[in-house]
């Protein structure tokens, strides 16, 4: 008997998970056991399943036929954002279908109540493909570090900003200009506000802080700033510290306190993460027995979301009439910390007239407020009469550190607000 | 009611297991709904147990007893060898017990032999310690990467290898110096040779092999070469050309054919598994859907390993009622192919007298073979009148490449034999 997968979405993703399951249906039972058949697919513009060869497979327009139809074992949500996808998933649900989705967005704003709807049917379900794309890292933080604690997890996980971060690096090139040209090679959206102003990273830590922590996590506790106001001048300063400059998301569990963030990143060039290039995403674990695990590989796009798909599919197959496990366990509700109370090193870029005295009142400033500075750069030569003054902190509180800026920020010689960046020590 | 798990093996792993059950069991019951605990152990020696607080936990000196134990649903064999560890992992797979091993050398050996008694017996045999220590390689390769062909797998894949070479690159030094220091710091076995001498990453491309390419593939068709011929002059020569020198364990899967080998290689400078170094492992893996994707850690220890068995006896856990997949898929028997019909880039090393007309005489005989040279380096001053030619070829034919070494190693002014390294073109 075949196990029976419905497809909702007849998008990017939709399109890959239909190809990969027709190419491979028959190799993927050979290996697995798992006699997975693609029986209905429904959108709610039908005619999109034209470049298919859909003989024997029911098209529907609306997902609750697609639901209802008892030769459909898993239901695929991929049509993203929020409605209708989670009234379709709460219906698969409670209808008694394990849903598999690669919808981020739902997750990250829903969990709990999907999780929920999931436990109470008895039902799988699944979301690899919601986080990293084909890098299978939900299952390693799910099952294959099941035994430790997972104390840290440092991700790239927007394939956009990491594109536009390495070509700003390496070719020297402002943000405007990358951002266009990735857009018209289709490495970016328009309008690309979800992926650079860090959201959907955040909805990818909303996840995996959940998930490594056991523990509920809200997504507006988690602090998010994008890329878009990184300069080419940050990212050649980052460079002359030894440093490279990635979006990352971070979850660390410290003593009970969960801390969840996005932000960019300072990064040691040696660093694993920081070899990670162009539309790459790549996941840093450390756990207390393990250590520190990587996992990398492409984190979007048709065919790698879509083998994140197949394989959630698969294991569902493969349980048969086990007990499904929930999607998420929310142990007992652990604090977040505020972002006030992080603590780290900063990177700081001032921007001032070119006047003297102006090094020695912006650190004196710093100094009141307990920030110490472990190096600092400011080169000769700068256009309008404004230099940089480029400072990398020791370990500060971020709300001392906010404190001084603010201060700073009203003296006269101050052109532009600081830029700040945060310093990953790992 | 609890799910009962049996030790047998008193040694490193089996300690980091006992100690990973005791300090982690209520956090993994909560996180993951499966409620392990630790009921029976066994070993020759049950005074080794002596340093672990086992009140309540049946104590025995042999692996049968603790097979018998109903309490015992999850038999770990943690003793390493081919015998008795054999003989045990099928007598608990033959009474219905699930079974957990670390044992590479014994699932290269006899994994057909096992994997069918697991799957007549209808229970789990699982492996995730074997390949990659605290990496979770073998899920990922299993389920994760599931959906799609696998085309590519190389892995550094012995700690104590990549540890070895990693000094000699980085610190200038010869094999048998840091060989002794690696001893003396507990990194490298005495004696050392299964390690050195590759077996250890074969036992283990063995198992990849099998899995990645859903065949049963016989040890003894796996090439083997190890690292102890390896001499600094090379490691200097290879980063000279822009190389690293790495063991690499590697699997393809050529148009139904099978390539599996073991031997030291050189990667590109800015490869992925370039910068691995130390005693850390890592696997480059490329399917079809997902391109290419990597996982790194540690890949041996007391607490990784540990973490992978503890991982794999959860995984056990959770499937409970469901039915058991099998350890390993043997698909039709596809061939692998003769390590003469290899094909790729080669590194050359020829030690030869300094005298008018070798160089021209070596090119001649490789030409006259059909190998073509592309790059050459020879320098001026090397001591004992002998000289370094090192050549790297372009794509070619390994069973030409031999016949044409044969002959030039007859040469009157040659002063050792020819050294032949594999490049990797990926």
């Not at 390496?170 to 970016?188: N, P, T």
């Not at 790549?282 to 197949?310: F, N």
Request: glycine share 10%; hydrophobic share 40%.
């Amino acid at each position: 008997m075949s196990f029976g997968v419905g497809i909702v979405g007849a998008g990017v993703v939709g399109g890959g998970v239909i190809q990969t399951l027709q190419q491979n249906a028959r190799a993927i039972h050979a290996r697995t056991g798992v006699p997975v058949e693609l029986v209905h697919v429904a959108d709610t513009n039908p005619a999109a399943f034209k470049d298919f060869d859909l003989a024997g497979v029911t098209i529907s327009e609306d997902a609750a036929t697609l639901i209802q139809d008892s030769n459909v074992n898993v239901v695929c949500e991929l049509i993203g954002g929020i409605e209708p996808a989670k009234r379709l998933t709460l219906d698969a649900l409670n209808a008694g279908k394990s849903v598999v989705t690669a919808n981020k967005m739902l997750l990250a704003h829903h969990g709990p109540e999907l999780c929920a709807a999931a436990v109470k049917a008895g039902v799988d379900l699944r979301y690899e493909a919601a986080v990293g794309g084909g890098i299978p890292i939900i299952k390693a933080l799910r099952e294959g570090l099941a035994a430790g604690d997972i104390h840290l997890v440092c991700g790239i996980l927007n394939g956009t900003c990491n594109y536009i971060l390495t070509r700003m690096t390496y070719e020297g090139l402002e943000f405007d200009a990358v951002l266009k040209q990735a857009q018209a090679l289709g490495f970016a959206e328009t309008p690309p506000d979800l992926d650079v102003n860090g959201d959907d990273a955040a909805h990818k830590c909303q996840i995996i802080a959940s998930l490594s922590c056991a523990s509920q996590v809200d997504l507006e506790d988690i602090p998010v700033q994008g890329i878009t106001h990184i300069t080419h001048s940050d990212v050649a300063y980052a460079r002359e510290m030894g440093y490279v400059i990635k979006l990352l998301a971070i979850v660390r569990n410290i003593n009970g306190e969960i801390e969840a963030r996005v932000h960019p990143t300072l990064l040691r060039e040696d660093h694993l993460l920081a070899s990670v290039r162009n539309e790459y995403n790549a996941v840093y674990v450390e756990a207390d027995i393990t250590g520190p695990t990587l996992y990398y590989g492409k984190g979007a796009g048709r065919m790698p979301t879509a083998s994140a798909v197949v394989a959630d599919i698969i294991d569902i197959g493969r349980r048969g009439t086990g007990e499904a496990s929930p999607p998420f366990v929310y142990g007992p509700r652990r604090p977040v910390r505020d972002s006030g109370r992080l603590e780290g090193r900063y990177y700081l870029r001032l921007t001032t007239r070119d006047q003297p005295g102006v090094l020695g009142q912006a650190c004196t400033i710093l100094g009141n407020h307990g920030v110490s500075i472990a190096s600092c750069i400011q080169h000769e030569g700068h256009s309008n009469d404004a230099v940089h003054v480029v400072m990398m902190t020791h370990d500060t509180c971020e709300s001392d550190l906010r404190a001084a800026l603010r201060e700073i920020d009203q003296c006269a010689f101050m052109v532009q607000p600081t830029s700040l960046l945060w310093v990953l020590n790992h």
